[in-house]
């Protein structure tokens, strides 16, 4: 590195290593740069220290946790060396796969029913002993209605319902990656209140 000096030369040459090398320098320079070498290395030292000081920090507080972070289980203490969820019971619970969540989102494995109703009727009925899950419903109407709903059986309880829904208008509702989801043997049924063709897209599975 070079340092600008008040003599009549421009530049006095310093080498990175510890011995000095000086060119054509007076006495005065000398020292001069001397000076500047030695707080220079007093620099160094204090960045030593500070970056000693920091690694130690550093290794005490690693002392504090397990030696291996696979063994930390969310909601619980780290008794095992496997990463895990519990529920607000403290049970284990197995997550959802990424392939699994994919196929609940992508629609695989969930079936597609289209089906047009001009008055409150089923949309599906289930093969025995099996119930219908419902993961999203949407309709268009050829007219104005005064209400739309869908429920399990005709005597159930609607669990979305649509007031005044017009004509030309797309309704419905999307539940991924939840569901509605009725009882054993239970049909989905649609009411249809007023004189329209209520044309339904449902996404379901039978379990």
Same mark, same amino acid.
């Given at each position: ?100 969540? &994919?196929?609940?989102?992508?629609? &695989? ?19 025995? *002993? ?51 989801? *009725?009882?054993?043997? &239970? ?6 209140? *007023?004189?329209?063709?209520? &044309? ?8």
């Amino acid at each position: 590195m070079f340092y600008r000096t008040p003599n009549k030369h421009s530049f006095t040459f310093v080498s990175s290593k510890k011995d000095k090398v000086f060119l054509d320098t007076s006495p005065e320079d000398i020292k001069h740069v001397k000076e500047l070498a030695k707080n220079i290395d007093d620099a160094d030292k204090r960045l030593f220290l500070k970056v000693l000081g920091g690694a130690g920090v550093g290794l005490f507080a690693a002392s504090l946790f397990p030696k291996k972070a696979d063994a930390l289980i969310a909601g619980g203490s780290p008794t095992s060396n496997v990463v895990g969820l519990r529920n607000t019971s403290n049970v284990r619970i197995n997550p959802a796969t990424e392939a699994t969540l &994919q196929s609940l989102l992508t629609g &695989q494995g969930v079936t597609k029913l289209s089906i047009s109703l001009s008055a409150s009727g089923n949309v599906r009925t289930p093969a025995a *002993g099996k119930r219908i899950r419902v993961y999203a419903t949407r309709f268009s109407l050829t007219a104005d209605a005064t209400s739309v709903s869908f429920r399990f059986t005709a005597g159930g309880t609607d669990y979305e319902k649509y007031v005044t829904p017009k004509t030309g208008g797309l309704y419905g509702s999307n539940n991924h990656p939840n569901y509605i989801e *009725g009882g054993v043997d &239970q049909v989905l049924y649609c009411v249809i209140a *007023g004189t329209t063709t209520v &044309q339904i897209n449902v996404d379901y599975l039978e379990v």
